[in-house]
């Protein structure tokens, strides 16, 4: 096979009141999917918006039937719909970014070419273009916390730009549903002995709408989430 396509592609993307951004998000992803394999499928994980963003996925389903809407009743978090894509990835691989446009998908051709030279192909930011106090959180706090805790060094841990096989998915059983669940999936699967690939990817500011990761609630249910995975990885022999 060509090592810039891949044989099939499940993209999925966490959605919470995006409405100013979905759509120029899923145009930035058809122009770019469809040269990597004929066969995907593009699942946008609504986590219970309050907006149009639901709404307006409908509206392009109709037009691309690779397109799908899978809907959280309620707002359950960052975490609790990277799962529920996870879940509802049928492809050989699955893909995983934002919605906002934070990130665009010309880069990932460039991981797909890279497949090869590791299990997971993850991106980390060249430059990250958020509010100070985030970009503190995740660059100090988060990194040492995920180190201290876990013994996981990577570049950027909640870089939401990921490429692997589905194989490495359904071998990982998910605990949490917070912000710490992309960081209990790579501390799995490092421990499971899958390899890792790191490449940067660039980060753009974020043009409409605001950002949650950062609320206190938000960072809470993280800290204490991570309590609890500690204590199953490391007393949990069946973990």
Request: charge should be positive; hydrophobic fraction near 40%.
């Amino acid at each position: 096979m060509n090592q810039s396509h891949l044989s099939s592609l499940s993209v999925f993307m966490p959605a919470y009141n995006e409405e100013a951004n979905i759509g120029a998000t899923l145009a930035d992803a058809l122009a770019v999917i469809p040269k990597i394999t004929p066969d995907y499928e593009i699942i946008v994980i609504d986590d219970g918006s309050q907006d149009r963003t639901a709404a307006i996925v409908q509206e392009w389903s109709r037009r691309y039937p690779q397109i799908r809407l899978v809907s959280h009743r309620h707002n359950r978090g960052y975490g609790a719909a990277v799962k529920t894509g996870l879940a509802h990835s049928r492809k050989d691989w699955i893909f995983f970014t934002d919605s906002d446009g934070q990130f665009k998908f010309d880069e990932l051709p460039k991981f797909v070419q890279a497949k090869d030279k590791a299990d997971l192909i993850i991106g980390y930011r060249r430059r990250r273009r958020d509010p100070f106090h985030r970009i503190f959180i995740a660059q100090v706090f988060l990194k040492l916390w995920v180190w201290f805790l876990f013994g996981l060094k990577v570049k950027d841990v909640d870089c939401a730009y990921k490429l692997f096989p589905k194989t490495v998915a359904t071998s990982i059983k998910l605990q949490t549903e917070s912000a710490i669940t992309v960081t209990e999936f790579l501390v799995k699967a490092k421990r499971k002995g899958y390899s890792f690939l790191e490449l940067p990817v660039t980060h753009y500011p974020r043009r409409y709408g605001q950002q949650t990761g950062g609320h206190l609630r938000v960072i809470l249910k993280a800290l204490y989430e991570s309590f609890v995975l500690f204590i199953q990885l490391n007393f949990n022999r069946q973990s």
